[in-house]
Protein backbone atom coordinates (compact mmCIF):
# COMPACT_ATOMS: atom_id res chain seq x y z
CA UNK A 1 0.00 0.00 0.00
CA UNK A 2 1.58 3.32 -0.50
CA UNK A 3 0.56 6.32 1.77
CA UNK A 4 2.42 8.86 -0.21
CA UNK A 5 0.58 11.68 -2.58
CA UNK A 6 -0.32 10.54 -5.78
CA UNK A 7 2.45 12.72 -7.58
CA UNK A 8 5.18 11.30 -5.32
CA UNK A 9 4.97 7.29 -6.33
CA UNK A 10 5.35 6.04 -9.83
CA UNK A 11 8.61 7.19 -11.25
CA UNK A 12 12.76 7.65 -10.58
CA UNK A 13 13.24 10.30 -7.82
CA UNK A 14 16.11 11.37 -10.02
CA UNK A 15 18.67 9.63 -12.50
CA UNK A 16 22.03 10.56 -11.49
CA UNK A 17 25.16 10.57 -13.88
CA UNK A 18 27.04 7.76 -13.08
CA UNK A 19 30.47 8.08 -11.04
CA UNK A 20 34.25 6.87 -12.20
CA UNK A 21 34.41 4.30 -9.35
CA UNK A 22 31.76 2.52 -10.58
CA UNK A 23 33.15 2.55 -14.07
CA UNK A 24 36.38 1.81 -13.33
CA UNK A 25 35.54 -1.16 -11.36
CA UNK A 26 32.99 -2.36 -13.80
CA UNK A 27 34.50 -2.34 -16.76
CA UNK A 28 38.16 -2.97 -15.06
CA UNK A 29 39.47 0.23 -16.62
CA UNK A 30 42.12 2.35 -14.37
CA UNK A 31 40.52 4.88 -12.11
CA UNK A 32 42.56 7.83 -13.62
CA UNK A 33 42.11 6.56 -17.22
CA UNK A 34 37.88 7.02 -16.68
CA UNK A 35 36.67 10.11 -18.55
CA UNK A 36 33.89 11.63 -16.26
CA UNK A 37 31.97 13.46 -18.97
CA UNK A 38 28.48 13.47 -17.24
CA UNK A 39 27.79 15.87 -15.05
CA UNK A 40 29.22 19.30 -16.67
CA UNK A 41 31.38 19.67 -13.27
CA UNK A 42 34.71 21.59 -13.20
CA UNK A 43 38.13 19.56 -14.44
CA UNK A 44 40.37 21.74 -12.39
CA UNK A 45 38.38 21.06 -9.05
CA UNK A 46 37.20 23.54 -6.65
CA UNK A 47 38.25 27.41 -6.09
CA UNK A 48 40.94 27.13 -3.73
CA UNK A 49 39.80 30.21 -2.34
CA UNK A 50 36.94 29.02 -0.96
CA UNK A 51 38.09 25.29 -0.39
CA UNK A 52 40.70 26.93 1.92
CA UNK A 53 37.92 29.33 3.86
CA UNK A 54 35.60 25.99 4.36
CA UNK A 55 38.83 24.83 5.83
CA UNK A 56 39.13 27.44 8.07
CA UNK A 57 35.35 27.75 8.90
CA UNK A 58 34.66 24.61 11.04
CA UNK A 59 32.99 26.95 13.47
CA UNK A 60 30.52 23.47 13.95
CA UNK A 61 28.77 24.31 16.85
CA UNK A 62 27.23 27.68 15.94
CA UNK A 63 23.98 28.59 14.43
CA UNK A 64 24.59 30.19 10.75
CA UNK A 65 22.62 33.35 10.25
CA UNK A 66 19.75 32.11 8.52
CA UNK A 67 19.39 34.37 5.83
CA UNK A 68 23.54 33.68 4.93
CA UNK A 69 23.48 37.47 5.41
CA UNK A 70 27.06 37.75 5.21
CA UNK A 71 26.74 36.03 1.57
CA UNK A 72 24.17 38.06 0.40
CA UNK A 73 26.04 40.83 0.98
CA UNK A 74 28.87 39.80 -0.76
CA UNK A 75 26.66 38.81 -3.77
CA UNK A 76 25.06 42.23 -3.43
CA UNK A 77 28.20 44.19 -3.34
CA UNK A 78 29.80 42.15 -6.66
CA UNK A 79 26.62 41.76 -8.77
CA UNK A 80 25.30 45.34 -8.20
CA UNK A 81 21.92 44.95 -6.24
CA UNK A 82 21.00 45.63 -2.57
CA UNK A 83 21.18 42.46 -0.11
CA UNK A 84 17.30 41.99 0.25
CA UNK A 85 17.18 41.67 -3.69
CA UNK A 86 19.56 38.20 -3.36
CA UNK A 87 18.37 34.56 -1.58
CA UNK A 88 21.01 31.75 -0.93
CA UNK A 89 19.65 27.97 -1.34
CA UNK A 90 21.18 24.38 -1.71
CA UNK A 91 22.19 24.96 -5.29
CA UNK A 92 20.12 26.12 -7.86
CA UNK A 93 18.22 23.32 -7.39
CA UNK A 94 16.79 24.22 -3.97
CA UNK A 95 15.75 27.98 -4.90
CA UNK A 96 13.59 26.26 -7.98
CA UNK A 97 11.82 24.30 -5.11
CA UNK A 98 10.88 27.19 -3.73
CA UNK A 99 9.85 28.98 -7.12
CA UNK A 100 7.40 26.47 -8.30
CA UNK A 101 5.54 26.26 -4.52
CA UNK A 102 5.47 30.07 -3.86
CA UNK A 103 4.36 30.97 -7.65
CA UNK A 104 2.12 28.32 -9.09
CA UNK A 105 -0.39 26.54 -6.84
CA UNK A 106 -1.44 23.04 -7.54
CA UNK A 107 -2.95 22.25 -10.81
CA UNK A 108 -1.18 25.74 -12.14
CA UNK A 109 1.08 25.55 -15.13
CA UNK A 110 4.75 26.02 -15.54
CA UNK A 111 6.29 26.85 -18.73
CA UNK A 112 8.96 25.42 -20.17
CA UNK A 113 11.22 24.13 -23.64
CA UNK A 114 11.98 20.46 -23.87
CA UNK A 115 14.64 18.98 -23.53
CA UNK A 116 14.93 20.96 -20.41
CA UNK A 117 16.98 20.85 -16.85
CA UNK A 118 14.93 17.71 -15.81
CA UNK A 119 14.32 19.35 -12.19
CA UNK A 120 11.59 21.83 -13.72
CA UNK A 121 9.31 19.66 -14.30
CA UNK A 122 10.09 16.80 -11.66
CA UNK A 123 9.50 19.44 -8.90
CA UNK A 124 6.68 21.07 -10.89
CA UNK A 125 5.26 17.63 -10.64
CA UNK A 126 6.08 16.49 -7.41
CA UNK A 127 3.85 19.37 -6.45
CA UNK A 128 1.38 18.62 -8.13
CA UNK A 129 1.77 21.44 -10.56
CA UNK A 130 1.42 20.99 -14.06
CA UNK A 131 4.32 21.27 -16.92
CA UNK A 132 4.04 22.80 -20.32
CA UNK A 133 6.24 21.55 -22.81
CA UNK A 134 6.84 23.90 -26.24
CA UNK A 135 9.22 21.43 -28.07
CA UNK A 136 12.58 22.65 -30.19
CA UNK A 137 12.09 20.70 -33.26
CA UNK A 138 13.57 19.06 -35.70
CA UNK A 139 16.99 21.18 -35.10
CA UNK A 140 16.54 21.67 -31.39
CA UNK A 141 16.42 25.09 -31.74
CA UNK A 142 13.89 27.63 -29.79
CA UNK A 143 10.51 27.80 -31.31
CA UNK A 144 10.08 31.53 -29.81
CA UNK A 145 6.30 31.93 -31.55
CA UNK A 146 5.52 28.87 -29.80
CA UNK A 147 6.48 29.41 -26.62
CA UNK A 148 5.48 33.22 -26.58
CA UNK A 149 1.99 31.71 -27.79
CA UNK A 150 1.82 29.26 -24.53
CA UNK A 151 1.89 31.95 -22.22
CA UNK A 152 -1.86 31.90 -21.00
CA UNK A 153 -4.52 30.77 -18.89
CA UNK A 154 -3.01 29.20 -15.35
CA UNK A 155 1.29 29.63 -16.74
CA UNK A 156 2.16 31.01 -13.66
CA UNK A 157 5.91 30.36 -13.96
CA UNK A 158 8.32 30.45 -16.97
CA UNK A 159 11.98 29.06 -17.46
CA UNK A 160 14.26 30.09 -19.58
CA UNK A 161 17.87 28.29 -19.46
CA UNK A 162 20.80 30.71 -20.77
CA UNK A 163 22.57 28.88 -21.94
CA UNK A 164 20.05 26.33 -22.45
CA UNK A 165 20.63 22.68 -21.10
CA UNK A 166 20.81 20.13 -22.97
CA UNK A 167 21.61 21.85 -26.32
CA UNK A 168 24.27 24.72 -25.37
CA UNK A 169 22.43 27.50 -27.10
CA UNK A 170 22.89 30.51 -26.25
CA UNK A 171 19.58 32.79 -25.76
CA UNK A 172 19.70 36.21 -27.66
CA UNK A 173 18.93 39.70 -25.44
CA UNK A 174 15.57 40.24 -27.38
CA UNK A 175 14.16 37.06 -26.60
CA UNK A 176 14.28 37.15 -22.84
CA UNK A 177 12.76 40.95 -23.27
CA UNK A 178 10.09 39.07 -24.81
CA UNK A 179 9.24 36.94 -23.14
CA UNK A 180 9.13 39.31 -20.34
CA UNK A 181 6.85 41.38 -21.83
CA UNK A 182 4.64 39.02 -22.94
CA UNK A 183 4.35 37.12 -19.45
CA UNK A 184 3.13 40.11 -17.83
CA UNK A 185 1.66 39.26 -14.23
CA UNK A 186 3.94 35.57 -14.14
CA UNK A 187 7.06 34.89 -13.20
CA UNK A 188 10.38 34.55 -15.42
CA UNK A 189 12.84 32.43 -14.19
CA UNK A 190 16.47 32.61 -16.11
CA UNK A 191 18.58 29.88 -14.95
CA UNK A 192 22.30 30.87 -15.85
CA UNK A 193 23.97 28.24 -14.01
CA UNK A 194 25.87 27.86 -17.09
CA UNK A 195 26.79 31.31 -17.88
CA UNK A 196 30.56 31.82 -17.31
CA UNK A 197 30.96 29.63 -20.33
CA UNK A 198 29.47 31.71 -22.63
CA UNK A 199 31.99 34.90 -22.16
CA UNK A 200 29.08 37.03 -21.36
CA UNK A 201 27.75 39.42 -18.52
CA UNK A 202 24.48 37.31 -18.81
CA UNK A 203 21.16 38.93 -18.16
CA UNK A 204 21.27 40.70 -14.51
CA UNK A 205 20.97 43.94 -15.55
CA UNK A 206 17.74 43.14 -17.09
CA UNK A 207 16.66 42.89 -13.34
CA UNK A 208 16.04 46.84 -13.63
CA UNK A 209 13.62 46.75 -16.93
CA UNK A 210 11.57 43.81 -15.29
CA UNK A 211 9.86 43.22 -11.72
CA UNK A 212 8.68 39.57 -13.02
CA UNK A 213 12.14 38.33 -13.68
CA UNK A 214 14.25 36.49 -11.25
CA UNK A 215 18.04 35.21 -12.45
CA UNK A 216 19.93 31.89 -10.86
CA UNK A 217 23.20 31.32 -10.61
CA UNK A 218 25.26 28.25 -8.90
CA UNK A 219 28.43 27.70 -7.44
CA UNK A 220 28.56 24.14 -8.95
CA UNK A 221 30.17 24.71 -12.46
CA UNK A 222 32.56 28.05 -12.88
CA UNK A 223 33.78 28.07 -9.60
CA UNK A 224 33.96 24.27 -9.33
CA UNK A 225 32.03 23.83 -5.95
CA UNK A 226 29.05 21.10 -6.99
CA UNK A 227 29.58 19.48 -3.43
CA UNK A 228 29.35 22.16 -1.28
CA UNK A 229 25.82 22.86 -2.57
CA UNK A 230 25.33 26.76 -2.95
CA UNK A 231 23.18 28.60 -5.46
CA UNK A 232 21.57 32.19 -5.45
CA UNK A 233 18.41 33.96 -6.95
CA UNK A 234 18.38 38.11 -7.27
CA UNK A 235 15.17 39.40 -8.24
CA UNK A 236 12.95 42.53 -6.50
CA UNK A 237 12.15 42.12 -2.96
CA UNK A 238 8.46 41.30 -3.24
CA UNK A 239 9.85 38.38 -5.11
CA UNK A 240 12.14 37.37 -2.68
CA UNK A 241 10.33 37.98 0.24
CA UNK A 242 7.50 34.46 -0.22
CA UNK A 243 10.48 32.44 -0.73
CA UNK A 244 11.94 33.38 2.33
CA UNK A 245 9.04 31.76 3.83
CA UNK A 246 9.56 28.13 2.27
CA UNK A 247 13.45 28.14 2.91
CA UNK A 248 14.04 25.93 5.43
CA UNK A 249 15.41 28.29 8.48
CA UNK A 250 18.93 27.19 8.29
CA UNK A 251 19.41 25.80 5.07
CA UNK A 252 22.62 27.55 4.44
CA UNK A 253 25.20 26.44 7.27
CA UNK A 254 28.63 27.87 8.07
CA UNK A 255 30.95 26.21 5.28
CA UNK A 256 28.33 27.11 2.75
CA UNK A 257 28.64 31.02 3.48
CA UNK A 258 32.53 30.71 4.03
CA UNK A 259 32.63 29.30 0.85
CA UNK A 260 30.68 30.90 -1.18
CA UNK A 261 32.23 34.34 -0.02
CA UNK A 262 35.65 33.23 -0.94
CA UNK A 263 34.77 32.15 -4.66
CA UNK A 264 33.23 35.23 -5.22
CA UNK A 265 36.65 36.71 -5.45
CA UNK A 266 38.23 34.09 -7.20
CA UNK A 267 38.64 35.51 -10.54
CA UNK A 268 41.65 33.46 -11.36
CA UNK A 269 39.97 30.25 -10.98
CA UNK A 270 37.33 31.26 -13.05
CA UNK A 271 39.26 32.73 -15.72
CA UNK A 272 41.48 29.78 -15.87
CA UNK A 273 38.46 27.73 -16.13
CA UNK A 274 36.53 29.61 -18.70
CA UNK A 275 39.67 30.17 -21.07
CA UNK A 276 40.49 26.54 -21.02
CA UNK A 277 36.54 25.09 -21.39
CA UNK A 278 36.41 27.46 -24.29
CA UNK A 279 39.87 26.24 -25.58
CA UNK A 280 39.25 23.05 -25.76
CA UNK A 281 35.17 23.27 -26.49
CA UNK A 282 36.65 24.48 -29.74
CA UNK A 283 39.19 21.95 -30.25
CA UNK A 284 36.69 18.97 -29.69
CA UNK A 285 33.91 19.99 -32.02
CA UNK A 286 36.37 20.21 -34.68
CA UNK A 287 37.80 16.46 -34.13
CA UNK A 288 34.02 15.50 -33.93
CA UNK A 289 32.87 17.44 -36.74
CA UNK A 290 35.45 14.78 -38.71
CA UNK A 291 33.46 11.77 -37.30
CA UNK A 292 30.32 10.96 -40.17
CA UNK A 293 28.50 9.28 -37.76
CA UNK A 294 27.97 12.15 -35.73
CA UNK A 295 27.38 15.44 -35.58
CA UNK A 296 28.02 18.70 -32.64
CA UNK A 297 24.10 20.57 -32.67
CA UNK A 298 24.66 24.44 -32.89
CA UNK A 299 27.31 26.17 -31.37
CA UNK A 300 27.70 25.07 -28.17
CA UNK A 301 28.23 27.94 -25.82
CA UNK A 302 28.48 26.11 -22.29
CA UNK A 303 30.44 23.50 -20.73
CA UNK A 304 29.29 20.51 -22.91
CA UNK A 305 27.61 19.96 -26.03
CA UNK A 306 25.14 17.84 -27.69
CA UNK A 307 26.31 15.20 -29.61
CA UNK A 308 23.61 13.81 -32.86
CA UNK A 309 23.96 10.10 -34.00
CA UNK A 310 23.37 10.42 -37.12
CA UNK A 311 24.21 6.71 -37.94
CA UNK A 312 20.15 4.94 -38.14
CA UNK A 313 21.72 1.75 -36.75
CA UNK A 314 22.83 3.26 -33.19
CA UNK A 315 20.60 4.90 -30.69
CA UNK A 316 21.83 6.94 -27.60
CA UNK A 317 21.60 3.99 -25.39
CA UNK A 318 23.77 1.95 -27.04
CA UNK A 319 26.50 4.44 -28.06
CA UNK A 320 26.10 5.56 -24.10
CA UNK A 321 26.87 1.89 -23.14
CA UNK A 322 29.74 1.89 -25.47
CA UNK A 323 31.40 4.53 -24.33
CA UNK A 324 31.05 3.08 -21.11
CA UNK A 325 33.22 -0.24 -22.06
CA UNK A 326 35.79 2.54 -23.69
CA UNK A 327 35.87 4.60 -19.96
CA UNK A 328 33.93 7.58 -20.90
CA UNK A 329 30.95 8.45 -18.84
CA UNK A 330 27.91 11.35 -20.81
CA UNK A 331 24.49 11.54 -20.67
CA UNK A 332 22.20 9.47 -22.82
CA UNK A 333 19.51 12.31 -23.81
CA UNK A 334 16.82 9.27 -23.97
CA UNK A 335 16.90 9.03 -20.22
CA UNK A 336 18.00 12.57 -18.95
CA UNK A 337 15.87 14.58 -20.58
CA UNK A 338 12.41 14.70 -21.64
CA UNK A 339 11.16 14.46 -25.37
CA UNK A 340 14.85 14.31 -26.67
CA UNK A 341 14.38 10.85 -28.46
CA UNK A 342 16.79 8.41 -28.89
CA UNK A 343 19.66 10.29 -30.84
CA UNK A 344 20.74 12.54 -28.40
CA UNK A 345 24.00 12.20 -25.76
CA UNK A 346 24.84 15.65 -23.54
CA UNK A 347 28.90 15.58 -22.79
CA UNK A 348 30.63 17.70 -21.14
CA UNK A 349 33.94 19.71 -22.38
CA UNK A 350 36.69 18.78 -20.13
CA UNK A 351 40.82 18.63 -20.51
CA UNK A 352 42.80 17.86 -23.02
CA UNK A 353 43.19 13.97 -21.69
CA UNK A 354 39.26 13.47 -21.42
CA UNK A 355 38.67 14.90 -24.79
CA UNK A 356 41.17 13.03 -26.65
CA UNK A 357 39.74 10.09 -24.84
CA UNK A 358 36.31 10.31 -26.02
CA UNK A 359 37.32 11.63 -29.71
CA UNK A 360 39.14 8.73 -29.92
CA UNK A 361 36.31 6.08 -27.83
CA UNK A 362 33.95 7.47 -31.00
CA UNK A 363 36.39 7.10 -33.48
CA UNK A 364 36.81 3.26 -32.03
CA UNK A 365 32.64 2.75 -32.25
CA UNK A 366 32.40 4.55 -35.28
CA UNK A 367 34.95 1.53 -36.65
CA UNK A 368 33.33 -1.25 -35.28
C1 LIG B 1 20.40 24.19 -16.19
C2 LIG B 1 20.81 23.84 -14.80
N1 LIG B 1 20.40 24.61 -13.79
C3 LIG B 1 20.75 24.34 -12.52
C4 LIG B 1 21.54 23.24 -12.22
C5 LIG B 1 21.78 22.85 -10.80
O1 LIG B 1 22.60 23.56 -10.12
P1 LIG B 1 22.87 23.35 -8.57
O2 LIG B 1 24.03 22.41 -8.47
O3 LIG B 1 23.17 24.75 -8.17
O4 LIG B 1 21.66 22.81 -7.88
C6 LIG B 1 22.01 22.43 -13.24
C7 LIG B 1 22.84 21.27 -12.90
O5 LIG B 1 23.30 20.48 -13.58
C8 LIG B 1 21.61 22.72 -14.56
O6 LIG B 1 21.99 21.93 -15.57
Not at 260 to 281: P, Q, S
Request: hydrophobic share 45%; proline share 6%; net charge negative.
Amino acid sequence: MFLGNPELGSKEAYVPGLTKEHVAKTFGIPLEDVAKLGSAENPFGPSPRADEAVKAALNLSIYPDWTAASLREKIATKYGFPPEHVICGAGETEIISWIIRAFAAPGDRVLMFVPAFPIYHMTAESEARIPVYVGMGSELDFQWDDYIAAIEGNVRILFLTNPHSPTARLIPEERIRQVCEAAEGRLVVLDEAYIHFTQTNGGMHLLHDYPNLIVLRTFSKAFGLAGLRLGFGIAAPDIIAPMRHLKPTWNMGQLQIAGGIAALDDDEHVNKTVDAIVEMRAYVTEKLRKLNRFSVVGEPRANFFLLRIEDKALDSTTVFEELLKRGVIVKDGSVSFVDLGKRYLRIDVSLKKEMDRLVWALSDISNS
